[in-house]
Antibody, heavy 121, light 107 residues
């Protein structure tokens, strides 16, 4: 079964750091580009970051540029999001999502179940 | 950034109804438009990609149309499991922005 499983969420104080992980299974992870998308409580979806299959290309939303870093380890079938200088407005469910192959980058065909990040003192 | 605007923001309908949700982009995005369904507490699910292509496993009652700046998601005959929130999203350029969502509720 094709699956993405996020972990690493939790409660963190403003200004703190957190590292999210996304474990992939059921497909050849190293062949796919990956993304992080978040959803604040009761709000819509916000794309955050993209990484190509070889990590050679990275894109980020302005809202997290300089604070969040996307990375991957193809040997471990894992995607990561290092989040620094966290703010209250970063409180959200964070999803990892796979880019659908053979279409334009930015089409998300497989999603994880999400991990909740709460930034509060 | 490209702004995506959906209408309506909410919609009440009955089982068996035909419904349409529209999405407008702030500039032309050709056919780089995707539709997702999200149920409460769950991750989004890709329904339509490239404006009109049905994702594998998605029922044929879902269809998409449009190009340029105006797009439509149509559900031909609503089923109980279709009551959810629907999002459009452009894959034309980074950042890949989403519409604000359309909540489809049971009348």
């Amino acid at each position: 079964e094709v699956q993405l499983v996020e972990s690493g969420g939790g409660l963190v104080q403003p200004g703190g750091s957190l590292r999210l992980s996304c474990a992939a299974s059921g497909f050849t992870f190293s062949s796919y580009s990956m993304n992080w998308v978040r959803q604040a409580p009761g709000k819509g979806l916000e794309w955050l970051s993209y990484i190509s299959s070889s990590s050679s290309i990275i894109h980020q939303a302005d809202s997290v540029k300089g604070r969040f870093t996307i990375s991957r380890d193809n040997a471990k079938n894992s995607l990561y999001l290092q989040m620094n200088s966290l703010r209250a407005e970063d409180t959200a469910v964070y999803y990892c999502a796979r880019d659908r192959p053979r279409v334009a980058r930015g089409t998300f065909d497989i999603w994880g179940q999400g991990t909740m990040v709460t930034v509060s003192s | 950034d490209i702004q995506m605007t959906q209408s309506p923001s909410s919609l009440s309908a009955s089982v068996g109804d035909r419904v349409a949700i529209t999405c407008r982009a702030s500039q032309s995005i050709s056919s780089y438009l995707n539709w997702y369904q999200q149920k409460p507490g769950k991750a989004p699910n890709l329904l339509i990609y490239a404006a009109s292509s049905l994702q594998s496993g998605v029922p044929s009652r879902f269809s998409g149309s449009g190009s340029g700046t105006d797009f439509t998601l149509t559900i031909s005959s609503l089923q109980p499991e279709d009551f959810a929130t629907y999002y459009c999203q452009q894959s034309y350029s980074t950042p890949n922005t989403f519409g604000q969502g359309t909540k489809l509720e049971i009348k």
